[in-house]
């Protein structure tokens, strides 16, 4: 592992390396926290095996007067063994004066929006993400990363620094990495080595009251007044003094008045020389993701790729809408007729479940209808029968229950609008009416169906959108909070890779872990 002191040797490392950089900034003092980090960054990601390059750099800009700047612990070389034995290609540890030639007068500074850093720690320390996002602003304008890797435990730094890349267009893609934690449950922290023994085991009492907390969301109390007051009084008792107990919206980080979906319990205590701080997410349920999109634009390929991926339940919601049409030709019922449609509703046996090899099987009332509801007499029908209320009634209904304790991927026409409103991450997937009616003939040829002409499938696409965004109830539209994502010329590996990131984007590694290979 090289170690680097100057912008110039920094330079010289980058530009030696012809494959991804992954960046991990810390201050020193690495534990097994950065460790963490380090081995999860040097991780290939399908371009490469990444050259990963660590940063040691006790910001001064951090601090406030009277805070620990100059009892920070150091050690560089201690720092160094860690981050090489970890997988790190390089170290980078900058004098002041490297990162900041002109001085703190001179200094460019960046400052987040004061919505994100007026709670939670900015509350006692006004001026610390200021210095922090100003720091790393620079250090990646030095280091060009692709892959930017910061720990969850400082979770509003994290997102903070995630709407400053984003406000900045910086090209870079930041990657959250879980809470480690010691033995003794404490959150692993430079800070932890300056506690002694008697104040190591009185530091516990912030884990173990958080936990506490989350025993009482079990029991049912979903009030922030109670879990901030119960979890305020464990700390107190314990003779830690409080900074902060907040009940927050994760992103937002606004306060919230109880738990309705993900939320985030913080706090910041001190503990003789140290101030600790921890969190732990809260959740009525488990992650939901809606994506939606009009036909053709391949959502089922790669929503089930992707709920694979990340262990989560796929729930093809357009399946379902297609057995149903297939049911209703078989009845020979007018799929154009409502009141010939409804009665076929009762007692619906509609059932969806992973076949031997991991692939989606669909049955309505017994039939086997997996290949079926794919032809071209099906789809051509399928928007014709979504549109009846009762249908989308029938139907949103039971994808509700069967979303009831979260954990999945829905995807359909209306997911994010009308069957899971308050899904964390909602995507509009889509592409061009070319685009689809080109990947739509590829699908037909390999399912053995015959292939119109690509300007009849265009027409045909194109009329479907028109009957999807225009019908009475649910019709398609993209939700206000969905991300539109455009799929043209992406391969399919690129696209799943585009959700993934978006998914942990909304949903922290703590909340719902990736599954190992």
């Known amino acids: 592992m090289l170690l680097l002191h100057t912008r110039d040797?920094?330079?010289?490392?980058?530009?030696?390396?012809?494959?991804?950089?992954?960046?991990?900034?810390?201050?020193?003092?690495?534990?097994?926290?950065?460790?963490?980090?380090?081995?999860?960054?040097?991780?290939?990601?399908?371009?490469?095996?990444?050259?990963v390059l660590v940063s040691v750099f006790v910001n001064p800009l951090q601090f406030a007067p009277g805070e620990d700047l100059e009892a920070y612990p150091r050690d560089l070389a201690a720092d160094a063994a860690l981050a090489a034995a970890a997988g790190a290609a390089a170290l980078f540890a900058p004098s002041v004066a490297e990162i900041?030639?002109?001085?703190?007068?001179?200094?460019?500074?960046?400052?987040?929006?004061?919505?994100?850093?007026?709670?939670?720690?900015?509350?006692s320390r006004p001026q610390h993400f200021e210095g922090v996002a100003t720091v790393v602003t620079r250090l990646l304008a030095l280091v060009q990363p692709h892959r930017l890797w910061l720990g969850e435990k400082d979770w509003q730094q994290l997102v903070i620094l995630r709407r400053v890349v984003a406000d900045l267009g910086l090209s870079v893609r930041i990657e959250g990495c879980a809470t480690v934690r010691e033995g003794d449950g404490l959150a692993c922290s430079s800070r932890n080595r300056r506690l002694s023994l008697p104040q190591r085991q009185q530091a516990a009492a912030l884990p173990a009251g958080l936990a506490a907390a989350a025993a009482r969301l079990q029991a049912g109390e979903r009030q922030a007044g109670a879990l901030t007051g119960g979890l305020t009084t464990q700390l107190e008792a314990a003779g830690l003094?409080?900074?902060?107990?907040?009940?927050?919206?994760?992103?937002?980080?606004?306060?919230?008045?109880?738990?309705?979906?993900?939320?985030?319990?913080?706090?910041?205590?001190?503990?003789?020389?140290?101030?600790?701080?921890?969190?732990?997410?809260?959740?009525?349920?488990?992650?939901?993701?809606?994506?939606?999109?009009?036909?053709?634009?391949g959502k089922s390929?790669?929503?089930?790729?992707?709920?694979?991926?990340?262990?989560?339940?796929?729930?093809?919601?357009?399946?379902?809408?297609?057995?149903?049409?297939?049911?209703?030709?078989?009845?020979?019922?007018?799929?154009?007729?409502?009141?010939?449609?409804?009665?076929?509703?009762?007692?619906l046996d509609l059932q969806l479940s992973s076949g031997p090899g991991g692939e989606q099987q669909v049955r309505i009332n017994g039939h086997d209808v997996t290949e079926a509801i794919r032809s071209p007499e099906v789809t051509a029908q399928v928007s014709v029968v979504a549109a009846h209320g009762c249908v989308r009634d029938a139907l949103t209904a039971q994808q509700q229950a069967m979303g009831h304790k979260g954990g999945l991927v829905a995807e359909g026409r209306d997911i994010g609008t009308a069957v899971f409103p308050d899904a964390e991450l909602k995507v509009f997937l889509t592409a061009t009416v070319a685009e689809r009616a080109r990947r739509r003939a590829q699908d037909l040829a390999q399912r053995g169906f015959g292939v119109p002409p690509l300007a009849e499938l265009e027409a045909q696409i194109a009329e479907r959108d028109h009957l999807d965004s225009s019908r009475a109830v649910a019709p398609l539209c993209q939700a206000e909070d969905a991300i539109e994502l455009v799929t043209d010329g992406m391969a399919i590996e690129a696209v799943i890779q585009a959700l993934v990131d978006l998914f942990r984007e909304r949903v922290p590694e703590e909340v719902w872990p990736t599954p190992a290979p």
Not at 25 to 51: D, K, N, V, W, Y
């Open 100 to 123: 900041y030639p002109q001085g703190e007068a001179g200094l460019t500074r960046v400052v987040p929006p004061q919505a994100l850093r007026q709670g939670l720690c900015g509350r």
């Open 9 to 51: 040797d920094l330079a010289a490392w980058r530009r030696r390396q012809t494959g991804p950089v992954h960046f991990v900034p810390t201050m020193g003092a690495l534990h097994a926290g950065h460790q963490q980090l380090i081995r999860r960054a040097a991780e290939s990601r399908g371009g490469g095996a990444p050259a």
């Open 301 to 347: 390929t790669v929503t089930r790729a992707f709920a694979s991926r990340l262990g989560l339940i796929y729930l093809d919601t357009g399946a379902m809408y297609r057995a149903l049409t297939w049911w209703v030709q078989r009845e020979g019922a007018d799929p154009a007729d409502p009141e010939a449609v409804a009665p076929l509703l009762h007692n």
């Open 241 to 297: 003094v409080v900074d902060y107990v907040e009940l927050v919206a994760p992103h937002s980080l606004e306060p919230l008045q109880q738990v309705r979906g993900l939320a985030l319990l913080a706090a910041a205590v001190h503990c003789g020389p140290s101030r600790l701080i921890d969190h732990l997410f809260l959740m009525s349920r488990l992650p939901i993701v809606a994506i939606d999109g009009p036909a053709g634009a």
